[in-house]
């Protein structure tokens, strides 16, 4: 074989050997991702953890948790709707599944390994449904104020008919007026000017009076840790009882009160909530 051959076939081999190997480094490319349903803050540096705030609730219910306990990269979840983000991706139908459902593919793609998932209020929900719907992408689900059915905190079954109905009301002024005060009612005061959609909001608790993860309980695979207000001590004890009746299904759960709390519990015990934090995330 004379050197132009050699020259030639030895291009050819190393053309061919490479081939695959460049299609194996396209196929883990990341792939881009550009959530319509919420966007993102990160904040600090170290393991991932996922914020995602309550109903009519921004990102600032987290401004003191993540002061308070650094050391993490922190992914703060801004529902588009609430508190004063445009509807975009949630502006029609459901909210809360297709929130879910980005917030999986949100993690995929920004290549998280399997982060800690905490959620307040409807945002436990959000995370329950993460961890029971895609067991891959969390590692860890902290449920702050809430339980498995939803409508049990505020009333059972009269609370669910109420959700059930406001998406019908918003098309009417009264209807309207009432969503509207019902946001109000449900937003902090940190949120001061910062409106949420009134559309959105009605639709997302219809959502969540019609979900109950009861029977989801027990496929859950992380460690779940929930956190619960008792607003007096003389309703300690019953507290207790419904918290640990609702979460039965879940085998090892970790229930932890915080005495002296209404249901945004950052705010009313930012300290306590601190403690319990790190102890999740340690």
Not at 253 to 276: C, E, T, Y
């Amino acid at each position: 074989m004379n050197r132009r051959s050699f020259m030639i076939q030895s291009a050819a081999l190393a053309l061919v050997s490479s081939a695959p190997f460049a299609s194996a480094q396209q196929a883990r490319a990341p792939v881009r991702f550009s959530p319509t349903r919420f966007s993102v803050q990160v904040r600090g540096k170290g393991p991932d953890v996922i914020l995602i705030p309550g109903l009519t609730s921004g990102p600032h219910v987290w401004e003191r948790v993540v002061r308070e306990v650094p050391g993490y990269r922190y992914h703060l979840v801004h529902v588009a709707g609430f508190a004063g983000q445009p509807a975009r991706g949630n502006a029609q139908g459901a909210v809360v599944a297709p929130l879910v459902s980005e917030i999986s593919r949100y993690i995929e793609a920004s290549g998280l390994r399997r982060p800690a998932v905490v959620g307040h209020s409807m945002g436990g929900t959000v995370a329950m449904m993460v961890a029971a719907r895609y067991p891959d992408r969390a590692g860890k689900v902290m449920v702050v104020d809430m339980t498995p059915q939803p409508t049990a905190m505020y009333g059972g079954t009269a609370a669910s008919q109420l959700a059930a109905g406001l998406k019908d009301l918003i098309g009417d002024p009264n209807g309207r007026r009432l969503v509207s005060g019902l946001i109000a009612a449900f937003s902090p005061p940190e949120e001061g000017g910062r409106q949420s959609d009134p559309d959105v909001v009605a639709r997302a608790m219809h959502d969540l009076g019609t979900i109950d993860l009861t029977g989801d309980l027990p496929r859950l695979r992380v460690p779940l840790t929930v956190v619960y207000a008792v607003r007096s001590q003389e309703g300690a004890a019953a507290t207790g009882r419904a918290f640990a009746d609702a979460y039965r299904g879940a085998r090892g759960a970790r229930l932890v009160p915080v005495p002296d709390s209404g249901h945004l519990i950052m705010a009313d015990q930012p300290g306590r909530f601190a403690k319990v934090l790190r102890e999740f995330l340690g």
